[in-house]
C-alpha cells in the first residue's frame, strides 16, 4: 500500500486525529488498491460506478464544502456526523435544565449535584481515548453508530432514578457518548480534502457543541408540554428523557443504513492490499510525553473547554435561583450561552490563523493568550452581576471568548508535534474534561460559597492559569516574551525521528510540514513556499 | 378541574401575589402575634407522616390578644408551608435570608384567607408537587398590598421543636418503567441485529469471492 505522504499508514496511533486540526494534509484512510476509478467519461467514481455529487480529489474526498446539501457521500456524512455528535450532547446535559424539578423529586443536596455533574464529563475521558482506537479498527460509521445505541439504555434509566447513586450513575454512562466527537473529526477527515478539512471539522465540532445549547431551551419546553397535558411534575422530567433517548437511538439506525466510512464505500466492502508499515506507538508516546507543550495545551483547554461543560452544567441552575426566574425562562437563557457556538468556536481558529500571518506563532500565542483571559475577566464579571439584563450580556461576551479560546487551541496544536500529533490532540481534549471535573469539583460543591461566587472564583482560576501560555517556547519561532533562536523548523521536526530512523528515511514527512510550517515565522519571512496548504481554521 | 390542578393554581396565584408585593421586609422585624396550630389528618392516623395527594393538613390560626391593639392594619392572612433547617443544609435554593424578599425558606403557599381576630382554620390536601422533607407551618399577616406585617409558626424560634415530616411520589410509573426497558431492548437489539446482518452479508461476500 502506498504510504501518505507523511509516511503513516492507516490504523497507526495518531492516525485517527488526523484533521482534526485542519493544519496538515490528511490521507487517514489510504486505500490504493481502489485507486483512481474513472468512469467512460473520465469523471471519478465509487467502487460501484458511481458519480460524486461534489468535486473530488485523488482519494475522492470532496474538495469543497457545500453546507446546505445533502449529497452522498461527503455532505450526507457531514450532517450525519455533526447531528449524532449534537444529540450526544443534548443527552448528555439533559438533566441540567430541569435540575430544578430533579432535585426536589430525588432531595438531592448540592454536593450530590455537583458530583452528577462531574460524573457526567469525566465517563468521556476515558471514551474518546477509546474511540479512535475504534474507529481505526472498525471505522467511524461503526463507532459512532454504536457509540450511541450502547448509550441509549442510559438514557432511557433516567426515567427510573429514585436515588442518589442512581442519578450519578446514570449521569456518568450517558456522558460516554461524548465520545462521538472523535468519530465525527475522523470521519470529516476521511471525506474532506486537506483545505477544507479544518472548516468542515470546526463547523462539525461548533455544531455539535450547540446540543449543550439546545437541550437547555428543549428539555422545559418539552417538560411543560408534558405537565399541560396532565403529568405530575416528578413523573413529567422523567417521559422528558424519552426524547433524547428515542432521537439517539434514531440517529444511531439512520447512521448504520445510510452512512459510509469512506468515499468509496465501508471498510468490510473494500479490499486492502499490501503490508502495512506502522509507526512505533512506544515511540509515538514517548515524543508526546516529553514534549512539555502538550501539558501546557491539556492544561490551559481544560480552562475553556472545560469551562465551557462546567457551564453547561451549571447556568440554567445559576439564573433560576438567582434571578427568581421561571423554569422555561431560565433554560432559554442557559440555551444561548452553547448557541454561541455556531459562530464563536470557528471565529477562534480564524482569529488565529490571521494573527500568524503576520506575527507567526508568536501572534497566535498572544491570541490565545489575550482571549482566554478575556474569557476569565468576564467570567469573573459574570458573577458579580448582580442584574439580569447585565448577567445575560456579560454572559454572551464570555461565551464567544471561552469558545473562541477553544478554537485558537486548535490552532496551535498542530504545530507542537509532527509525529505525537494525534496523540497529543487526544490529550488536550482529555484535558479539557479533566479541566471540567476540577472547576466543579473544586468551586461548585461545597455549600460553603454561593454559585456566583463559585463563578467568580473560577474567572480568577481561568486568568491564573492561562498565565502558563508564557512558558510555551519554540525554538524555531520564540514565545510570548522570547525571540526565537537561530534553530530551524528542520530540527525541531526532526529531533523527533532517532538517528536509526532518520537514516531509514523516515523523517521526511516531517521535512515536508517542516517547510510548510515556515509560514509560523510571520511576515519577517521574505520567502515562505506558497505550497502551504492555506489552514484554514479548526 | 381537579383539586391538585386548583392548588396548583392558587398557590401559583399565591406565589405571584408575594413576589408582587414583597418589597423586602426584615423578618427580624415582625412581631410574633398570632398563634398558629396544625395537625395531619392521615387515613393511615398512626404514622405520624404525611402523604402527599391523600392526607390534609388541618391549620387553625388566632390572633393572640396579649399584643391587643397590633392588629389594626391586619387585612388579610397567607399560610405557607415552611422547610426545617434540617432540609435547608446544602440546598442554598432552600436559604432563609432576613430580607423577605429573597427567603426562600417557605416557598410553598397553602392558602390566603381574610383576617379576623378570633382566627380562621383551613384544611388542605397536600398537593403532589411538594418534595419530602422536615416542614412546619408559618402564617403571615399581610395588609391590603400583600406586605408582612407580623407572623406566627407552629414551631419555636429556633425552628426545632413540633416538626412534621411529608412523604413524596416518586415520580415513577410502572407504565414509564415498562417503556423504559422497552426501548432499550429495541435499541440494543436493533443493533445487533444489523450487525450480525451485515456481519452475515459479508461472509455470503467473502465466500462467493473465494470460490
Redesign the interface.
Known sequence: MAPGWNGQQQGEPGTSMHGVTGHEPVFAMSIETIGETKNSNSEPTDIKGRKFALPVDSEHKAKTFRIYSFAAPHMQTFHLSWFSFMICFFSTFAAPPLM?II???L?L???NIGNAGIASVSGSIISRLLMGTICDLVGPR?GC??LM??T??AV??M??V?TVTGFILVRFFIGFCLATFVSCQFWMSSMFNSKIVGLANGTAAGWGNLGGGITQLVMPLIYGIIRHIGA????A???AF?VP??I??FM??LV?LIGQDLPDGNY?ELKRAGDKVNDSFKKVLFYAVTNYRMYIFALTYGYCFGVELTVDNIIA?YFY?RF?LKLQTAGIIASTFGLMNIVSRPLGGILSDLVARRYGMRGRLWNLWIIQTMGGVLCIILGLSGNLSAAIAVMLIFSFFVQAACGATFGIIPFISRRSLGVISGATGAGGNVGAVVTQALFFMK?GY??EKGIVLMGVMIVYVTLVVFLVYFPQWGSMLFPPSKSTEEDYYKSEWDAAEQSNGLHHGSLKFAENAKSERGKRVETVPTAVSSPDHV | MSPMKIGFVLSLALLALV?VAEGGVSFKSLNRTLTVQAKIQASNATSGLAHVGTDHLVISWAFNSSFAGKDADYVNVKIRLCYAPVSQ?????RKTKDDLHKDKTCSKGIAKQKYVATGNTTTWRIT??V???IYFVRVYAVDALGTQLAFGQTTDKNKTTNLFEIV??????AS??V???V??V???G??MG??SL?AIK?RKLNGKAGQ
Open positions: 430544578i432535585r426536589d423529586n432531595g443536596t448540592k454536593e461503526y453508530a454504536i445505541m450502547i441509549a439504555p432511557f434509566c426515567p427510573l429514585s405530575e411534575n416528578y413523573t422530567w422523567r417521559i424519552f433517548g428515542v439517539q437511538t444511531g439506525l448504520l468490510a441552575e435561583d427568581d455549600s454561593s454559585t | 413576589s443544609t446544602d440546598r442554598g435554593w403532589k408537587d418534595p419530602g422533607a413524596p411520589i416518586s415520580g415513577r410509573h414509564v418503567d417503556a423504559a426497558a426501548f432499550s429495541f435499541s440494543v436493533s443493533l444489523f450487525l451485515e459479508q
